[in-house]
């Protein structure tokens, strides 16, 4: 199926709309004008100098008002150049008014002065010489008719006085319309200018702030959402439409802005936004020092960033640490069969004390190389398909097993379809490093830890959580953080390390904050790999 595309003229889009305009008044005071005068034409008595012939008075009025009819339609579709509009209903008015002014006693009738508002109106064309001639072909229909009625004995050579004058006003109008039309069309030319200008910037600003990689989002001083950018909306897991409320997209990030309106200072830690529970940091820009109008939000994801920056403070580590753990693992097995040839020596005293204290301590430091040696690892894998029910029937049961948990304590719900792309190994060490915190912080009590599995497109969604005290704000800004740990006894490698085994895998780990648990969520690929 074709479709015919109307092109602009282009010489009608150059035309101002307020041209347009004056000439639809125009035409109307023509249908005006031509009623009164049919209408003066039908009166009794002499209502002009003389009206010899009212009945051809009468229809040429008539035949005025039929021209007007006819110009109305091409100029409210404006189908036609507007030149050659304004060229057609200035003819009509030139010949109309010449013969009814011939008709109604000559110039003497004043009839000849209505034609001013027609010669005003030729001053829009923008040719100027176009402009002066028909100036120039009103004032021969005065000084014709004016001729007539001197060869007919009805006026004298006075009359030259009035049709020569009128003339003079005829060339004075037009041309100071015509100045007065310029000067518009120069005005309509820059704000045309001035209007593609601004549509520009405009689109140059919507996408440059499209293609942040930061949220931006202008509210109002109501609230309103104003503007957004299509990150704003990836970041927040929430979606914008102009004039919603802030409040009901983001509620962490409304009360920000709420305190940031008050003048109150902001939380020096970031939010938790969206399902994947992003960590973002809201800067506020005001418009004006009062805060009163609106706001520019500009949001900064800090899980990406803060991963860059360990990623850029380990990197000159990384080698430093495995050397060192290469080095280390050599003494702590002569100390540790060192330690078991003294326990079989001391059988009484402090001997099984002090043994029992090297052995704690190099299982600690024993652990410690092997989250080490862990990192190393994280580019040497075998992702494959893995069913989840079954992967986590087995890890579960060999969890349980070995940290002695009691039965029921894990509830799991699993969707019997999910399937995810990953290495087995890594898989278990991230499940591992989770269930032993979650394990650590529960109450114990009878489906204290939740595991649960969902499939959302080309995802899967594994989730744990425990009935422990929620994580608080200023434990979350280091939770992934190597070396970071509230356990005494911990390495503070754990999440980190899980995190970096599920990045190697197109994989993600974070925390939910939920105000009733503490739940981490791994987003894995679906299968196939």
């Known amino acids: 199926m074709s479709i015919a595309v109307r092109m602009p003229d282009p010489a009608r889009a150059e035309v101002p709309e307020s041209f347009w305009r004056s000439l639809v008044h125009l035409n109307h005071f023509r249908l005006f004008l031509a009623l009164a005068l049919g209408a003066t034409g039908l009166m ?28 109305r339609p091409p100029l409210l ?13 200035v003819l009509a008015d030139i010949a109309c008014l010449g013969l009814l002014m011939h008709l109604s006693g000559g110039n003497a009738s004043g009839m000849g002065l ?26 021969l229909t005065v000084l014709g008719e004016q001729t007539l009625q001197l060869i007919a004995l009805r006026s004298g050579a006075g009359g030259y006085v009035r049709a020569g004058l009128l003339s003079m006003g005829f060339f004075g109008v037009a041309l100071l319309s015509h100045a007065l039309a310029q000067g518009t069309l120069a005005a309509a030319r820059l704000a045309q200018e001035k209007s593609r200008q601004a549509e520009s910037l405009a689109r140059i ?28 909306e990836i970041l927040l897991g929430a979606p914008f439409m102009p004039g919603r409320y802030l409040a009901e997209c983001c509620p962490s990030l409304a009360e920000l802005w709420r305190l ?98 090297i052995e704690d301590n190099v299982r600690r430091l024993n652990g410690l190389v092997e989250d080490v040696l862990a990192l190393n690892r994280r580019d040497r894998m075998n992702r494959q398909e893995l069913h ?48 032993r915190n979650a394990w650590r912080y529960c109450s114990r009590r009878p489906e204290s830890m939740r595991l649960a599995v969902g499939v959302a497109g080309r995802q899967v ?11 608080s704000p200023d434990v979350q800004a280091h939770l992934f953080e190597p070396f970071y740990t509230t356990d005494k006894q911990g390495t503070g490698l754990g999440l980190y390390i899980a995190r970096e085994l599920a990045e190697a895998n197109r994989a993600h780990l974070r925390y939910v904050d939920n105000p009733d648990s503490a739940t981490f969520r791994l987003t894995c690929q679906a299968s196939p790999c």
């Not at 040429?60 to 009819?69: D, F, I, M, V």
């Not at 969604?461 to 994580?471: A, C, M, S």
């Open 44 to 71: 009794s008595g002499q209502p002009f100098t003389r009206l010899d012939h009212p009945l051809l008075f009468t229809l040429t009025c008539a035949g005025y008002l039929l021209a007007g009819l006819l110009f």
């Open 77 to 89: 579709e404006r189908s036609e150049q507007f030149d050659r509009q304004v060229v057609r209903q």
């Open 114 to 139: 209505l034609l001013i508002v027609t010669v005003a109106a030729v001053g829009m064309l923008r040719d100027t010489r176009v402009v002066l001639f028909w100036a120039a072909m009103a004032s």
């Open 205 to 232: 600003n919507e996408r440059v702030i499209q293609e942040l990689p930061y949220g931006v989002v202008t509210v109002g001083p109501g609230g309103e959402v104003l503007q957004f950018n299509a990150r704003s």
């Open 260 to 357: 940031w309106r008050q003048g109150r200072e902001l939380p020096g830690h970031p939010f938790m936004a969206g399902q994947d529970g992003r960590r973002l940091r809201a800067r506020f820009i005001e418009l004006e020092p009062s805060r009163g109008e609106g706001v520019v939000v500009v949001l900064e994801d800090m899980t990406d960033l803060e991963a860059q920056a360990q990623k850029m403070k380990l990197a000159s580590l990384g080698m430093l640490t495995a050397n060192l753990a290469h080095e280390i693992r050599n003494p702590l097995s002569a100390i540790r069969h060192a330690a078991g040839l003294l326990k079989e020596d001391a059988q009484a005293g402090m001997g099984p004390k002090l043994t029992r204290i």
């Open 388 to 435: 989840v029910a079954s992967f986590l029937a087995a890890f579960v049961q060999h969890f349980s097993q070995r940290e002695a948990v009691p039965d029921g304590v894990i509830l799991v719900r699993v969707d019997g379809e999910a399937r995810v792309c990953m290495d087995p190994d890594h898989l278990e060490q991230i499940l591992w490093n989770l269930f």
């Open 461 to 471: 969604e594994i989730e744990l959580g425990n009935d422990g005290p929620p994580i």
